[in-house]
């Protein structure tokens, strides 16, 4: 079994909601599909990642120098079934180094071509992105997690510059199996590019003042594709008739059936949760009846086993076979019953429940304070942001979440200072929050950097 799915039922009186209403907090996770492949190492699926490097002219200096050691790292930490390939893009995108197997002379290879790589003109992020997707797809490696790291600090100039057309691009490469990661480095970003297409590549969106903290996040994104234990993981929630309504609060891809809720989780890593937080409504508040049903189900990753895969392409139908032969039969499932306690439901899922609950209050309120800040409506903003401060003073008071848990929050009192603050400091405090709502609503996958200052 490589998933496991639990369900927390709570009701939170403290929100002053009656006996009919209740919260299901579904916590879905990922266990290692075989033993440890050797002393102390978890046994994991090969790894194809394209780094795509924006070498435009603003990279020019100490930051392109700290994205080639991020790539560095990468490369050292490579294992001999894994492809890592490094793309360059600046007015037009070039294969620095191929997804080659990485012996000794394919290493050496590699380093000497980091080494000669410079910057140029202009930001083609289009190609640099496809560029980087076909070479994580043409090479033939059976159970592979491919991912695309994408690092850039500019707006698209060349090339497709349309923010609908690159997420279309990026959809259309997911759907073969491709997921994308973007960070983007200071303030000359699109941060609303970067969240579209991290969210069309059901990735990450990290977002970086300096440049300092880049080899962490590259580090971060390399073991969060190496801890995968399944991909195209759904959430399928039958609800029975005493469910009058139910609301999904994460921001989730969610198809609504009759009676029945079907939610897109994307990839679920070992020993990383994702969470799908529901609000229901019942027509009564009978304790110990059965609400439904849960099932989790994705496509399992499996580790690599046996020699390492030759290198090979579309038309190499041998391999092509033996790839396809092996993604058969790898669906797995899990299924839990919702029952709903009585009482409030154990202190456990209370706390649970409330802390989801406030993290993603927080930031739905937090991001409609921006919104009004953008129409113009200061008393919206002040209201929204006195809306998340009035239900974490409530959970602290109620002691439903402690004082560490907290970190996980934005800082309401430091966003509402940037916000009236001129407008750089706004404009990066935004992108900070976006990054953080991105990657905290989506539950993020992986191991999370330390939290910079916001």
């Known amino acids: 079994m490589s998933l496991d799915l639990v369900c927390h039922a709570a009701r939170l009186p403290e929100l002053g909601a009656g006996e009919r209403d209740a919260f299901l907090l579904f916590d879905i996770t990922g266990q290692s599909p075989s033993p440890t492949s050797g002393p102390g190492e978890e046994a994991r699926a090969p790894l194809c990642l394209a780094i795509a490097i924006d070498a435009s002219s603003s990279m020019r200096g100490g930051r392109f120098a700290l994205a080639l050691q991020a790539t560095r790292n990468v490369l050292a930490s490579l294992g001999p079934q894994d492809r890592v390939a490094v793309i360059t893009f600046d007015k037009s995108a070039h294969v620095a180094v191929p997804p080659v197997p990485f012996d000794a002379a394919g290493a050496e290879a590699a380093r000497h071509a980091l080494d000669r790589l410079t910057t140029g003109i202009g930001t083609n992020l289009g190609a640099g992105w496809r560029e980087a997707s076909e070479a994580v797809l043409r090479v033939v490696v059976p159970n592979a997690v491919r991912r695309v790291l994408l690092l850039t600090d500019g707006y698209p100039s060349r090339g497709e510059t349309q923010r609908d057309a690159l997420r ?130 994705g496509r399992v990753v499996r580790p690599a086993t046996g020699r390492p895969t030759s290198p090979g392409y579309g038309n190499d139908k041998p391999n092509a076979k033996a790839a396809l032969a092996q993604l058969e039969n790898m669906e797995d499932s899990t299924r839990v019953t919702l029952l709903l306690p009585p009482g409030g439901g154990p202190e456990v899922s209370r706390r649970r429940v409330a802390l989801e609950l406030l993290v993603q209050r927080t930031l739905a309120e937090v991001r409609a304070a921006w919104d009004g800040l953008d129409r113009g409506d200061r008393v919206a903003v002040t209201r929204r942001l006195e809306r998340a401060r009035g239900l974490r003073r409530l959970f602290i008071e109620r002691s439903l979440v402690r004082d560490e848990e907290l970190l996980l929050l934005p800082n309401v009192d430091a966003v509402e200072r940037a916000m009236f603050s001129p407008g750089a400091e706004s404009n990066e405090a935004r992108r900070h929050f976006n990054s953080l709502a991105h990657n905290t609503q989506l539950s993020f996958i992986g191991v999370l950097p330390k939290p910079q200052k916001r």
């Open 168 to 297: 279309a691009q990026v959809m259309e490469g997911h759907a073969r199996g491709v997921e994308t990661s973007i960070v983007g480095l200071g303030d000359g970003i699109d941060d609303g590019l970067c969240v579209a297409l991290a969210e069309a590549g059901e990735g990450r969106f990290h977002y970086l003042r300096e440049e300092s903290a880049l080899a962490e996040i590259v580090s971060a994104e390399v073991e969060g594709a190496r801890a995968l234990v399944a991909t195209d993981v759904s959430l399928d929630v039958q609800l029975t008739p005493r469910v009058e309504r139910a609301e999904i609060l994460h921001r989730y891809p969610c198809k609504p059936g009759d009676r029945s809720l079907d939610v897109r989780i994307g990839s679920v890593a070992r020993g990383a949760a994702r969470a799908v937080l529901l609000s229901v409504s019942l027509k009564d508040g009978t304790p110990d009846a059965m609400l439904g049903f849960a099932t989790a189900r």
